[in-house]
């Protein structure tokens, strides 16, 4: 995909304000995080909308419900291969329980009741080329976290949030570890982008980077 024109679209994921994004080339393209799960038909709905014809990928930013909730059905519909980072992958494939979920809302305890574990086709690394974009290994939020860069869009997960127009870092409260979070946060604050698509809140355009 390097060289190659791309469209970005923006899935909102209600009611928690996250984001599932579509990355198109021509008839093809890849999916970045599912959603909480029960959100296929809506996604699909779009895919279909857009004339997409074939998905390369669905790739995850972290493992968390509402990021990785739909990523079963997507692969299934889609026919698609999975990626993620490695230190996420058992968290994916449903061999380890999920960070404080003790902790969490109610609804959000109710999500990961209904996610649906898969495996993941690809594990990703830092340094990585996936479709034209680089990965990013941000742990902290969670062992596996990763953001996609290629020099003019920023796709950053949950490593950073934009909540009223500002840009701000990950959740404590759903932090694995807060003191890597900070640091991933620091980061990705140092590169320069045009564009930040971030897992939750508005994405910013023109010169993204410069408005934190």
Request: include cysteine; proline fraction near 5%; glycine fraction near 10%.
């Amino acid at each position: 995909m390097a060289g190659v024109y791309y469209a970005i679209y923006r899935i909102p994921i209600d009611p928690i304000n996250a984001n599932s994004y579509f990355v198109r080339w021509g008839n093809e393209g890849i999916i970045i995080d599912s959603g909480m799960p029960g959100n296929v038909r809506k996604i699909c709905g779009f895919l279909k909308k857009c004339d997409l014809i074939k998905v390369n990928g669905i790739i995850l930013t972290h493992y968390h419900v509402d990021h990785a909730g739909s990523a079963a059905a997507l692969k299934r519909v889609t026919k698609a291969p999975i990626f993620a980072h490695e230190d996420d992958e058992p968290y994916i494939t449903g061999e380890r329980t999920p960070e404080h979920i003790d902790q969490m809302p109610k609804d959000m305890r109710r999500a990961y009741s209904k996610y649906t574990s898969t495996i993941v086709d690809k594990k990703l690394h830092d340094g990585d080329n996936v479709f034209g974009f680089k990965v990013i290994h941000l742990p902290g939020h969670t062992p596996g976290s990763i953001a996609l860069y290629d020099g003019r869009a920023l796709f950053s997960g949950d490593s950073l949030t934009v909540i009223d127009g500002r840009v701000q870092g990950s959740v404590g409260d759903y932090d694995a570890d807060r003191e890597m979070a900070l640091i991933s946060m620091k980061k990705l604050l140092e590169l320069d982008y045009e564009i930040l698509l971030p897992g939750h809140g508005t994405p910013l355009q023109n010169n993204a980077s410069g408005s934190e």
